[in-house]
């Protein structure tokens, strides 16, 4: 019979004082966002430095023992009570499956709550259960076994075709969960592991038979909630919500080295709806988010879009690729996304929209509002020739539709090229609105505000002056000039 254990049990003696997460809700003046900026940056390097001696990465002070754990269902239970014992050596996979077993038990009487005490607890992918929290101690952190072989084989996704790297079955996620409702992790900022380095290696020298499984997938599911974490060194992407409804991401740190760590994207919605991503600091090795809806004609004949979706309050960082993307993989369609006080630095672009023949789809009703560009390459960047594919057998006749985005009040400087809008002849750029536009530029070229077969208005002033494409507005929106000139190529990538 399982054990139903009080409170107090899991509660340490001694408390530690609590300090708020290090990522502000931040305001509208950019200048703010600047010095934000330059101790996102200063702090970043200092603990990634620091964590490459193998210590652990935190923006978290140590003040006293550990604080207790807070009990969130009506029953709570402890790994140690399933055998397991939190060394890093021992394989503590048996435990978390007992624990899980136990949990599933309580879904009708609200669930149960695993708490992971400090330590470090080996384990190979294991699955969640509905109406279950994990929660994760402070110091607590869980690794995951890097044998390849103690990882199960899933079938490809079915939006993807037969793999996204490899045909065939694929890697499954560290954590996962199919067809549940009402799942939580959440802690003290303890970490979830992966422990990709032998992933990459391995991905890298062509030694994987089978595409990487992300560090925690969720398919299926609806009311999912991570909050409070750390994620870590993913073999591939690191958290993927797939064709889930009702997802909040909140005040979690998801980091990998910023080079050779391949595909370690953060965060990639997949033809999920009713996505909140809020208060996080994201620094990876590709794309920080991710919003994506299926791949070629395997992602229009699953046709499952991406919508609604909220992202805000975040700093985040990406070196190899973009803050935030929508795509390339968008054939189930894209739509009613906002993006707001988001802040990139050091990055090589800070947001993009990238599809390409054959994808199919839409991207549409799309808000960017409030961000600031610190030490970027390129700024913003639509990209429709993004021409990788899961096989030659898609349809070339299948064209994405791009329209109806807005970006107002982005700021920055240091940004080699701030806007590049690359439509075509078979891919237009449609209703693209700028305003309230200050990026301070580092290449003193004449065409750095770079745009092709793009229709959009301007509406005041803007820095620096926008592309012949455009319309022209005063700050009343009134027309002041029509443009002419739509289908004029001025794209240069090699500024």
């Known amino acids: 019979m399982v054990e139903t254990l009080p409170v107090g049990r899991f509660q340490l003696q001694q408390q530690r004082l609590e300090l708020k997460r290090w990522i502000p809700a931040f305001l509208s003046s950019h200048k703010t966002l600047f010095v934000l900026l330059w ?68 879904g009708k009487r609200g669930g149960a709550q695993l708490n992971v005490p400090p330590g470090k607890w080996l384990t190979a992918p294991f699955n969640l259960t509905s109406h279950m929290t994990l929660f994760l101690a402070e110091d607590a952190e869980i690794l995951g076994i890097q044998d390849e072989k103690r990882w199960a084989l899933m079938p490809p996704l079915p939006s993807y075709g037969y793999g996204r790297e490899h045909n065939g079955s694929r890697y499954g996620s560290l954590i996962h969960g199919q067809n549940l409702r009402d799942v939580v992790i959440t802690g003290h900022n303890g970490t979830i592991n992966g422990q990709g380095q032998s992933w990459w290696k ?73 996505v909140v991503i809020e208060d996080c600091y994201i620094s990876v090795g590709d794309d920080a988010v991710a919003i994506k809806s299926g791949w070629d004609q395997y992602g229009i004949a699953y046709g499952r879009p991406s919508r609604n979706i909220l992202i805000r309050n975040l700093i985040i960082r990406s070196m190899v690729s973009a803050g935030i993307s929508i ?136 820095f620096p002056a926008p592309c012949e494409n455009l319309d022209r507005y005063d700050e009343e929106e009134r027309l002041v000039k029509l443009s002419a000139a739509q289908n004029v190529t001025d794209i240069d990538y090699d500024i």
Not at 47 to 76: D, E, H, L
Not at 213 to 242: A, C, E, K, N
Not at 351 to 362: C, D, H, L, P, S
Request: net charge positive; hydrophobic share 40%.
């Open 39 to 106: 101790i996102a940056a200063f702090g970043s390097v200092f603990f990634w430095q620091w964590n490459i001696g193998g210590s652990g990465f935190s923006i978290f002070a140590k003040v006293g023992p550990g604080r207790p754990m807070p009990k969130m269902r009506p029953f709570a239970f402890n790994l140690t009570d399933f055998g397991g014992v939190g060394d890093g050596v021992a394989d503590e996979t048996a435990a978390f499956e007992r624990a899980i077993l136990a949990i599933s038990k309580f």
């Open 327 to 462: 795509g390339s993989e968008m054939s189930g369609g894209v739509s009613n996304v906002t993006v707001e006080n988001v802040l990139v630095w050091s990055s090589r672009r800070a947001v993009r929209i990238k599809t390409a023949v054959g994808r199919g789809g839409y991207v549409r009703d799309i808000t960017y509002r409030n961000l600031t560009f610190d030490n970027a390459r390129v700024g913003i960047v639509i990209k429709t020739d993004y021409n990788e594919h899961p096989d030659d057998d898609f349809d070339r006749k299948a064209l994405p539709i791009i329209r109806d985005i807005s970006f107002t009040e982005i700021h920055g400087h240091g940004v080699r090229v701030p806007v590049r809008i690359h439509g075509s002849k078979d891919i237009p750029i449609r209703n693209v609105t700028f305003r309230d536009i200050s990026i301070g530029i580092t290449y003193k070229k004449k065409h750095i505000f770079q745009c092709a077969f793009v229709e959009g208005r301007v509406i005041g002033t803007i």
């Open 202 to 274: 391995k991905y890298r020298q062509k030694l994987l038979n089978h595409s990487r499984g992300p560090l925690v997938q969720i398919m299926w599911s609806s009311d999912i909630v991570i909050s409070d974490i750390t994620l870590r060194d993913s073999p591939f992407w690191t958290f993927h919500p797939y064709d889930c409804k009702n997802v909040t991401v909140r005040n979690v740190t998801i980091l990998a080295p910023i080079f050779e760590a391949p595909n370690t994207d953060g965060i990639d919605p997949d033809s999920c709806e009713d």
